[in-house]
């Protein structure tokens, strides 16, 4: 039951005592809540019972150590181990979880919120030079090597960093957008090192309905159209294909 310990005996009975195989012991001994025992905590929740909460973030937690197996194979963060990658999903189940109740979902939302998150990590915050979020996605973030190793950069290195005008045009207009057409817009369109999201993906992972994400969208390429030009908008935003 969570809360409980592995005793000694079901310790001795593990051939691998590293904090991910203790992890996933103690995962599996939590019991899947119903769909019935779902809604009921869900709206236990909402009156401010701890308890209810406590169960439905444990529930979670076998969809997150699959969702953070599959992200850390993906990715292969270079600087951190699988438990990492999980204590962000961890992390983001206790901060969404006030908002996830304002949902018509509330588990889908924690669920998708807590998966984002694993990937966002894995992407910005693994490297020892960590990329900052707030700025556009760029393959050529600086890497840590000795200066012997490393030697001196060539003209042509130079010159591969320096910013395309046009596209820190695109970012900065972007950036001005509000926060729901900006991600939208930049989901959907993959825009800054983003995976592609379909409309109708995005409308269930924010419980939306999908005209009202259509609207979004249109917004956000309306505003950025008076902002530069509709040749520049054409020429910039286009589908990427999936990985």
Not at 39 to 47: D, H, L, P, V, W
Not at 187 to 193: D, I, N
Request: glycine letters at 2%; a negative charge.
């Amino acid at each position: 039951m969570p809360g409980e310990m592995l005793t000694t005996d079901e310790l001795d009975q593990l051939d691998d005592l590293s904090s991910p195989a203790l992890y996933r012991a103690e995962v599996k001994r939590i019991p899947y809540l119903t769909r019935d025992e779902t809604a009921a905590c869900i709206e236990a929740a909402r009156t401010g019972s701890i308890d209810a909460r406590n169960k439905l973030i444990c529930d979670c937690l076998h969809y997150t150590l699959y969702k953070a197996d599959v992200t850390y194979r993906d990715r292969q963060p270079p600087h951190s181990d699988i438990m990492d990658v999980v204590g962000q999903a961890h992390v983001t189940l206790l901060e969404a979880f006030p908002r996830a109740l304002l949902a018509e979902k509330p588990i889908k939302y924690l669920l998708s919120m807590a998966a984002l998150e694993m990937r966002l990590y894995c992407t910005y915050d693994d490297p020892l030079i960590p990329r900052p979020r707030t700025r556009p996605f760029s393959r050529s973030h600086p890497q840590t090597v000795s200066m012997e190793a490393a030697g001196e950069p060539e003209a042509a290195e130079v010159e591969e960093h320096i910013p395309n005008e046009e596209y820190q045009l695109v970012y900065d207009a972007v950036q001005q957008l509000t926060e729901q057409r900006r991600e939208i817009i930049t989901a959907v369109y993959g825009l800054f090192g983003h995976s592609v999201t379909s409309i109708e993906e995005i409308a269930e992972q924010r419980q939306l309905k999908l005209a009202t994400v259509k609207n979004y969208l249109w917004r956000a390429k309306t505003a950025l159209a008076r902002k530069l030009g509709p040749v520049v908008l054409e020429q910039r935003l286009h589908p990427h294909p999936r990985p």
